[in-house]
């Protein structure tokens, strides 16, 4: 129960890492609000975590979402960012209204997230987590514009971090970076491409460890930095990635 007594919010919580992190929290006694734009799925996850989960439809990148939701509870102990899209394409690939998309939802949706948390916990403390990427620290010719947004994810991460430590808010803020996971959103970039077996084979290549990464791998680490355990570590990017930054 490392978690008892917290309230935590996280984003694109119906499916891939997010259910994983939420329900991990739910075993690890936190109460938890379940976000995300998909109403259906977000509503099941809540619903199977009985009283300790409930459900509210977010699309990260509008304030107004944030403000309706963050006013279901009295307090925030934890916030995770994890909403997110993967775009697959080159320079000479990705169009314009995919690259705005892409950032709309990676970069602007983290960014309002820090903005509502910071504001609803910066009067008793707190930790907020990013979702990053290995690509937030390593780039790919084939994902411009994920690359892209994953990067400012990293940087946006220490910034709010700094600023939280200087203010004494109490409030951490980490990144977490995972190398390639067995997710929904990993099926959704695969149908994008013409060789999906090969594209997945060339994944599990890059991670010395020899394989790809679970939902559960991540959602250990989403744990500690929610715990007190992490209370001395902001700022960082934790890199789950099976060796693949090495």
């Not at 935590?8 to 992190?21: F, M, Q, W």
Request: aromatic letters at 6%; glycine letters at 12%; hydrophobic letters at 45%.
């Amino acid at each position: 129960m490392r978690l008892s007594g917290k309230t935590a919010l996280v984003t694109g919580a119906a499916s891939g890492l997010g259910e994983a992190i939420v329900r991990r929290y739910v075993a690890e006694g936190a109460s938890v609000i379940v976000a995300d734009i998909d109403v259906p799925g977000g509503q099941a996850v809540a619903q199977s975590l009985g009283q300790a989960a409930s459900f509210v439809k977010l699309d990260v990148s509008h304030a107004a979402d944030w403000d309706a939701a963050l006013a279901l509870t009295e307090r925030l102990d934890i916030l995770v960012n994890n909403a997110g899209i993967t775009t697959h394409g080159s320079i000479e690939d990705v169009t314009l209204e995919q690259f705005r998309h892409e950032f709309e939802v990676d970069v602007i949706g983290v960014f309002l997230g820090c903005k509502a948390g910071v504001t609803k916990m910066k009067e008793r403390g707190g930790s907020i987590i990013n979702m990053s990427s290995l690509c937030g620290v390593r780039a790919q010719g084939d994902l411009l514009a994920y690359n892209g947004a994953k990067a400012a994810v990293t940087h946006m991460t220490k910034s709010v971090a700094l600023h939280c430590a200087t203010k004494a808010y109490g409030i951490r803020c980490n990144s977490v970076h995972p190398g390639v996971i067995r997710t929904a959103i990993l099926d959704k970039v695969l149908a994008q491409v013409p060789n999906p077996e090969e594209v997945y084979a060339g994944w599990v290549s890059t991670h010395p460890i020899g394989r790809i990464g679970t939902p559960d791998e991540i959602a250990a680490v989403a744990v500690y930095l929610g715990s007190d355990e992490s209370g001395f570590t902001t700022g960082a990017e934790f890199r789950i990635d099976g060796g693949a930054s090495l």
